[in-house]
């Protein structure tokens, strides 16, 4: 019964490769966002998508694609992977007007 | 433009208060938040605090807020070993398209020695 759950947990994979991370919300929330945190642990927001429509892309370069089907998913994929790419990206989501983000547990991608 | 500047690490004893500090410069912030970060873990909303408000208190968790001087803090009462996180400040401005963009502050490593 997780809340915002994100797969897979951990994505190791090769420079050039395309590769998705998916994620799920049970908490009936209509808003659903990307987070991305750097080795420095710096947290910073990518996307935000409200029923399904893309509200907000904070200068993520085009090789990232959100996709959300239904209110419910929000997955991310990412074409032509770089180095740089490496991190743990996390999904939220939240209701349109309420205060509360809840967090996934996180995805950490390594680039080779 | 947005801005959240938190201290780095932060060693306290078992037992003693942690206060976590936190500067911000969006004035038009609706919400402050705190969340904890445990290793290998996501991340755990603790509390919020609205910004018209300058105190709210949790348990054994404490927010002041200093609105005029867009200072925030956490004080934790009675810090116990399982405190050990990392402690990110964040401030919420709601977007017009509907929900919130968090920005998050630097992260504060919290280490309590027994």
């Known amino acids: 019964d997780t809340a915002v759950s994100q797969t897979p947990k951990y994505l190791v994979t090769q420079m050039g490769n395309d590769k998705s991370i998916k994620c799920e919300q049970n908490?009936?929330?209509?808003?659903m966002y990307w987070y991305k945190q750097d080795s420095k642990k710096f947290l910073k927001i990518m996307f935000s998508?409200?029923?399904?429509?893309?509200?907000i892309n904070e200068t993520v370069p085009n090789r990232f694609s959100p996709k959300s089907p239904d209110k419910a998913h929000l997955n991310l994929h990412i074409n032509s992977l770089e180095l740089g790419d490496s991190a743990v990206y996390f999904c939220?989501?939240?209701?349109?007007?309420?205060?509360?983000?809840?967090f996934g547990q996180g995805t950490r991608l390594t680039v080779v | 433009g947005e801005d959240v500047e938190q201290s780095l690490f932060l060693s306290v004893r078992e037992g003693d208060s942690s206060v976590i500090n936190c500067t911000y410069t969006?004035?038009?912030?609706?919400?402050l938040y705190w969340y904890k970060q445990e290793p290998g873990a996501g991340l755990q909303l603790l509390t919020y605090i609205f910004s018209n408000m300058d105190m709210k208190q949790d348990q054994r968790l404490t927010v002041l807020l200093n609105k005029k001087d867009k200072h925030l803090s956490l004080r934790i009462a009675d810090t116990q070993t399982g405190d050990s996180a990392i402690y990110f400040c964040?401030?919420?401005?709601?977007?017009?398209?509907?929900?919130?963009?968090?920005?998050f502050g630097t992260g504060t490593q919290l280490k309590v020695e027994l």
């Open positions: 939220a989501s939240s209701h349109l007007r309420n205060t509360e983000a809840f």
């Open positions: 908490l009936g929330h209509d808003t």
């Open positions: 998508y409200n029923n399904k429509e893309l509200i």
């Open positions: 969006d004035s038009s912030s609706t919400y």
């Open positions: 964040a401030e919420s401005r709601g977007l017009t398209g509907g929900g919130n963009k968090l920005t």
